[in-house]
């Protein structure tokens, strides 16, 4: 299984300020998955990046895969209470598999 | 509602004693998968299965057995659970082109004492 850091395991910060966590691997990706888990609940998917290089925006989330495929980043933009969560990435194997990194825990205080 | 279901989401047993959690997708996702979340170590993978009768081991699938005898269902079953099967349980299905797309269930939480 090919392994996903991410970091900072956790960040704390008030509302309205911006914030970026990161996603590295010494491996390449086909493509890279954001998932946000709130708590009591699954996973859900934000985004899938392809392209080495690519940038997608989801409203007051910007997400880049790095020109490489080995990293990626999340930038909040006006960080609100409801952007807090456990960040997910997961990129894929190529073996019909998802492998997980352990998270980015984002508390935004009101 | 596409929705993947989870049953039971909370369970408290003891050792030894066999248990199933069942699995349920209504959205005719030929991809299913078993993974178990713990602090620390994040997500890891139990067993997957591309299919109807097609299973697959995943990083951690010591203790775990599963079955597809049906597209819709993938019942997780520990034959003689232990305390280090005490976890968060997650179901997720997909379909087979976007198996790295997945939608997940909200979670079993398993104590074993």
């Known amino acids: 299984t090919q392994l996903l850091e991410q970091s900072p395991q956790f960040l704390s910060i008030q509302e309205g300020e911006n914030l970026t966590v990161y996603c590295n691997s010494s491996?390449?990706?086909?493509?890279l998955q954001w998932y946000r888990q709130e708590p009591g609940e699954g996973p859900v998917l934000l985004v899938t990046?392809?392209?080495?290089?690519e940038v997608k925006k989801l409203k007051r989330l910007t997400f880049q895969f790095g020109d490489a495929r080995k990293d990626s980043s999340l930038h909040i933009t006006a960080a609100q209470p409801g952007d807090t969560g456990l960040y997910l990435c997961?990129?894929?194997?190529?073996?019909?598999?998802?492998?997980f990194g352990k998270g980015n825990q984002v508390v935004v205080i009101p | 509602e596409a929705q993947v279901t989870q049953n039971p989401r909370y369970l408290i047993t003891v050792t030894g004693k066999k248990l199933t959690v069942t699995c349920s997708q209504n959205m005719n996702h030929e991809y299913m998968s078993w993974y178990r979340q713990d602090p620390g170590l994040g997500l890891r993978q139990i067993y997957y299965?591309?299919?109807?009768?097609?299973?697959d081991k995943g990083d951690v699938p010591e203790g775990y057995k599963v079955s597809r005898k049906e597209k819709r269902n993938f019942p997780l079953i520990l034959e003689s659970p232990s305390p280090n099967q005490t976890s968060l349980y997650f179901c997720a299905s997909s379909l087979v082109g976007d198996i790295y797309e997945q939608y997940f269930g909200p979670g079993t939480r398993l104590t074993v004492t």
């Open positions: 299965s591309m299919n109807v009768e097609v299973t």
């Open positions: 491996s390449v990706f086909s493509s």
């Open positions: 990046v392809v392209t080495g290089g």
């Open positions: 997961a990129g894929a194997e190529g073996n019909n598999r998802l492998a």
